[in-house]
Every structure is written in structure tokens, then in C-alpha cells.
């Protein structure tokens, strides 16, 4: 796998990782993984390779706000602000979890103006596989 | 500390909670709300006093279950439903038409649930439902689930130990829609402005196309429903 991107506290320095590959995406991918507790939001090319990320918890929200439907909104819009001005132009989604981040974030990117080819949902499901956690006692 | 009555006049509550409250006896007609949380409930009604005073009270039990245990029911709730949107077929095949045929993981609606309610009783869960695709999507989305609603109670049954499973009522929930469209809106003035601030300071034609062509472009061009 290729190497990490290392992880920047602040975001007001750029990402050391976009100055190595500068190159004009027309068509990428952006996959949501969007948890009960947070959203992640990683843009990719099409063959998987990382250009940008952002999280809930990176856009500086903490503890349950990282769960909201705004945190995924604004994480969606932090992620496409890097990869529009590459000139992204049509994306396909991949949506992965339950949780409010699918549908905010999907909003989010709609609006930034990136076309939606496809919108897929690639949650992990075992065609019975490991034994899943207990269930909760309400 | 069963203070003194027949063993049959004792029943457990029908709310969640392992309390057991005093049945109303057949002769005089008692209230109970019992709130506490363990034992048996607190008064005991006893004596033609009290049996006169509360005769003009309604005859049914009601219980009232702790607001914070309310809240983890509704976030457990919240978090089965989710799950058996994603896993479970009938449901999938409710909200997506287009998934039985086998055009499986290209969606052209996404259905999220956004919000659960449960009544303070614990008998009826509101669940907020938001859809995200065209008018028809959402239609076809929302009818699914309503179609589908005796299903999904016996599945949260099974999946949720509680003693009585809620009846179960999907509604839409525009606020996504709403909020998307206000800042939408708000976007669009903040780019106006920015437009003619640098209009006003230097004639700076690239700015200038580069924000019509934001405005052209059509969000709802690329998206290919799969029918």
C-alpha cells in the first residue's frame, strides 16, 4: 500500500502529500464512511489512490458532535475544496455505514457543484462470516 | 414489601421497566402511574378514602418510563432500523424497486433514517425518514416503508428485548431538504458578492468566468438513474 498521508493537527498549513502529485483529475472518486459517531470523507482517483481526506473530527468538531449531519456536510465541503481546484469534475460515491453522515454528505457534494455519476453503497456485509458483537441491552 | 394484598392483584407493568403495579381491583377504580424504577410501586391504595377520591380518575395504567431510558431506546431503535435498511432484503427491496432486479449497489435513491421519537410510554416510535433522489424516488421510498411497517415492528421485536414493541410510524423528514436549500441559497449570494467586490477592485476576467461557469453547471445533470 502506498504510504500514509501524514496526519496534520491544523489545516492552515497544505497537506504534504497533494505537492507531490499535482496533476489534473477530470474523474475521481469519493467515498463516505459514515459511522453512528463520525463521518470520514476520502477523495480518491479511480483506480483507489488517495488525494485528499477530511473527517468530522479533523473539521474541529469533538465527542458527539462529530456524529451530526452538519459535521458531514462540512467535512464533505472540506474534502471537495481541495480536489476542485485539481479540476475534478465528475465523481462516483461510495457510501459505506449507516449513520447521518450518508445522506448529509451526499448533499454536500451535490452542492459544491461536482457531477454524481454513480452513487453506490458499498457497505460491508459478510455472507456470514464473523460472529458480531453482542447485542446491546437497552 | 408486599404490603397487603392479594398476590393476584399484583401485575408486572406493561412498560419496559421491572416495576409491578397494583391491578385495579374490580370494585373501586385506583390510578397508578408508577415511576419508580425497582421494586413494587410506591402507594398502596387502600381504604374507602382514597378509593372515593380517585374513583373520578380514569381507569387505565399508564406508565411513564425514565426520560434518559427513553432517550437509549430511541438511540437503540435508531441504530436496528438503520441496520435492517442495510442488510435486511425485504426492506431493501421495499425502498429500492430496482434492487430485485439485481441493480444492486448503483442506487438512485439513498434512504437514511435521520431521527427516531419515542413516546415518554415507550408505545409509539416516530421515525424520520430521509430520502435522498428525485420526487419519484422519494415517493416510491416512503411508500415502501409505510407498506412495510407490520414487518419492520415483528423484526424489532425479535431484534430489541423490550416487553411491548411500539407501533411504528415513518415520516418524512424534509429539514435535510430545507437546510440544503438555504445554504444552497446562501452559497450562491456569497458568490455573488465575492463577484462584484472583484469586479469593483480590478477587472479580473478568469475570476469572472470561472464563477458563471458555477453557476451553469446543473446539479442534477450527471445523475443516472438506473431504472
Redesign the interface.
Given at each position: 500500500m502506498a504510504k500514509p498521508i501524514p496526519k496534520i493537527g491544523s489545516r492552515k498549513n497544505g497537506r504534504i502529500g497533494s505537492r507531490k502529485h499535482a496533476r489534473k483529475i477530470p474523474k475521481g472518486v469519493i467515498h463516505v464512511q459514515a459511522s453512528?459517531n463520525n463521518t470520514i470523507v476520502t477523495v480518491t482517483d479511480v483506480r483507489g489512490r488517495v488525494i485528499s481526506w477530511s473527517s468530522a473530527g479533523t473539521c474541529g468538531f469533538k465527542g458527539t458532535r462529530r456524529g451530526t449531519?452538519f459535521a458531514a456536510?462540512t467535512a464533505a465541503g472540506n474534502a471537495i475544496r481541495t480536489v476542485a481546484n485539481q479540476g475534478m469534475q465528475?465523481a462516483e460515491v461510495m457510501?459505506k455505514g449507516?449513520?447521518?453522515g450518508?445522506?448529509?454528505a451526499?448533499?454536500?457534494i451535490?452542492?459544491s457543484?461536482i457531477?454524481?455519476?454513480?452513487?453506490?453503497?458499498?457497505?460491508p456485509?459478510p455472507h456470514n462470516g464473523c460472529r458480531s458483537p453482542k447485542?446491546?441491552?437497552? | 414489601m408486599a404490603y397487603l394484598l392479594h398476590p393476584q392483584l399484583i401485575l408486572p407493568c406493561p412498560c419496559g421497566w421491572r416495576h409491578n403495579i397494583l391491578a385495579p381491583p374490580s370494585s373501586t377504580a385506583t390510578t397508578m402511574s408508577p415511576v419508580l424504577r425497582t421494586g413494587l410501586s410506591g402507594s398502596v391504595h387502600t381504604g374507602e378514602a382514597f378509593a372515593r377520591r380517585s374513583r373520578s380518575r380514569s381507569r387505565s395504567v399508564r406508565c411513564m418510563a425514565n426520560p434518559r431510558r427513553v432517550k437509549m431506546v430511541a438511540k437503540q431503535i435508531q441504530r436496528e432500523l438503520s441496520d435492517m435498511l442495510l442488510t435486511d432484503n425485504v426492506l431493501q427491496f421495499a425502498v429500492l424497486p430496482e434492487a430485485s432486479l439485481g441493480a444492486d449497489r448503483y442506487l438512485s435513491s439513498l434512504t437514511t433514517i435521520s431521527d427516531v421519537e419515542v413516546s415518554s410510554d415507550l408505545q409509539v416510535v416516530k421515525v424520520y425518514v430521509s430520502v435522498f433522489g428525485d420526487e419519484r424516488g422519494k415517493e416510491v421510498a416512503l411508500a415502501g416503508l409505510k407498506s412495510k411497517a407490520k414487518y419492520v415492528r415483528s423484526e424489532l421485536g425479535r431484534r430489541m428485548k423490550l416487553r411491548l414493541t411500539p407501533e411504528i410510524r415513518f415520516i418524512e423528514d424534509e429539514s435535510f431538504e430545507r437546510g440544503s436549500r438555504v445554504i444552497a441559497i446562501l452559497d450562491k449570494i456569497k458568490n455573488d458578492k465575492s463577484l462584484e467586490n472583484e469586479n469593483r477592485e480590478s477587472l479580473d476576467s478568469s475570476a469572472q468566468e470561472d464563477d458563471d461557469n458555477w453557476d451553469d453547471v446543473d446539479p442534477d445533470e450527471g445523475i443516472i438513474y438506473v431504472d
Amino acid at each position: 500500500m502506498a504510504k500514509p498521508i501524514p496526519k496534520i493537527g491544523s489545516r492552515k498549513n497544505g497537506r504534504i502529500g497533494s505537492r507531490k502529485h499535482a496533476r489534473k483529475i477530470p474523474k475521481g472518486v469519493i467515498h463516505v464512511q459514515a459511522s453512528f459517531n463520525n463521518t470520514i470523507v476520502t477523495v480518491t482517483d479511480v483506480r483507489g489512490r488517495v488525494i485528499s481526506w477530511s473527517s468530522a473530527g479533523t473539521c474541529g468538531f469533538k465527542g458527539t458532535r462529530r456524529g451530526t449531519p452538519f459535521a458531514a456536510q462540512t467535512a464533505a465541503g472540506n474534502a471537495i475544496r481541495t480536489v476542485a481546484n485539481q479540476g475534478m469534475q465528475r465523481a462516483e460515491v461510495m457510501i459505506k455505514g449507516p449513520g447521518l453522515g450518508r445522506d448529509a454528505a451526499l448533499r454536500a457534494i451535490r452542492r459544491s457543484g461536482i457531477l454524481l455519476n454513480f452513487i453506490r453503497d458499498v457497505t460491508p456485509m459478510p455472507h456470514n462470516g464473523c460472529r458480531s458483537p453482542k447485542k446491546r441491552r437497552v | 414489601m408486599a404490603y397487603l394484598l392479594h398476590p393476584q392483584l399484583i401485575l408486572p407493568c406493561p412498560c419496559g421497566w421491572r416495576h409491578n403495579i397494583l391491578a385495579p381491583p374490580s370494585s373501586t377504580a385506583t390510578t397508578m402511574s408508577p415511576v419508580l424504577r425497582t421494586g413494587l410501586s410506591g402507594s398502596v391504595h387502600t381504604g374507602e378514602a382514597f378509593a372515593r377520591r380517585s374513583r373520578s380518575r380514569s381507569r387505565s395504567v399508564r406508565c411513564m418510563a425514565n426520560p434518559r431510558r427513553v432517550k437509549m431506546v430511541a438511540k437503540q431503535i435508531q441504530r436496528e432500523l438503520s441496520d435492517m435498511l442495510l442488510t435486511d432484503n425485504v426492506l431493501q427491496f421495499a425502498v429500492l424497486p430496482e434492487a430485485s432486479l439485481g441493480a444492486d449497489r448503483y442506487l438512485s435513491s439513498l434512504t437514511t433514517i435521520s431521527d427516531v421519537e419515542v413516546s415518554s410510554d415507550l408505545q409509539v416510535v416516530k421515525v424520520y425518514v430521509s430520502v435522498f433522489g428525485d420526487e419519484r424516488g422519494k415517493e416510491v421510498a416512503l411508500a415502501g416503508l409505510k407498506s412495510k411497517a407490520k414487518y419492520v415492528r415483528s423484526e424489532l421485536g425479535r431484534r430489541m428485548k423490550l416487553r411491548l414493541t411500539p407501533e411504528i410510524r415513518f415520516i418524512e423528514d424534509e429539514s435535510f431538504e430545507r437546510g440544503s436549500r438555504v445554504i444552497a441559497i446562501l452559497d450562491k449570494i456569497k458568490n455573488d458578492k465575492s463577484l462584484e467586490n472583484e469586479n469593483r477592485e480590478s477587472l479580473d476576467s478568469s475570476a469572472q468566468e470561472d464563477d458563471d461557469n458555477w453557476d451553469d453547471v446543473d446539479p442534477d445533470e450527471g445523475i443516472i438513474y438506473v431504472d
